[in-house]
């Protein structure tokens, strides 16, 4: 069932907008009684918890199928690789949820990049050992989130969203290796 009423809220945010869609209107998509989607998610912005929620565990099973021998450089692409294929397929979607959330928030809901990823690269001498790993997933979490609000302007996409994100992130990955 929860799975049901998200799917039909993210439906709807794409479509109308978060603020303009209702828990009224999620219920009628889905199917339901009011009650039933405030049973699952109490308050609207519950969806768009859920919704990072989903891209962190993306994130989390990239980490966890790596390789012993992959870089960190390498995870980190990866990372960055896989939001934004999921920004590109989900445009819209995207813009409304982050909209819809305050910049604390939006930090808590996606990290681009664990610190643990940093610490991998510490360990394996790819990432500058006096480097503190939560203040550099920060940074990388900074230039995610401040290229993807670049391209969810109004009207079209003003950019390559992938390829904006490799150039960045390799001028921060230059910053973090060891020296």
Known sequence: MRERLLAAALELFAVQGFSDTTIDQIADRA?????????HFPHKADFARA??????????????????DESACALVRRHFQA??????????????LL????P??????????PSAVIERGQRRGEFD???DPTAA??????????????????????????QALGERLELVLAGLRAR
């Not at 919704?51 to 012993?68: M, P, V, Y």
């Not at 909209?99 to 305050?102: E, F, I, R, V, W």
């Not at 391209?151 to 003003?158: R, T």
């Open 129 to 131: 050992e006096a480097t």
């Open 137 to 162: 997933a920060e940074v990388l979490t900074s230039v995610y989130f401040g290229t993807v609000s670049r391209w969810l302007s109004d009207g079209p996409a003003p950019f390559e969203l992938s």
């Open 31 to 39: 199917d339901v009684a009011r009650q039933t989607v405030l049973n």
């Open 51 to 68: 919704w990072g929620q989903a891209r962190r565990d993306q994130l989390t099973a990239i980490g966890a199928e790596a390789a012993a």
């Open 104 to 113: 604390t928030e939006v930090f808590r809901v996606i990290s681009a990049v």
């Open 99 to 102: 909209q819809s959330l305050t």
């Open 83 to 96: 939001l934004a294929a999921s920004n590109e397929r989900e445009r819209e979607l995207t813009r409304a």
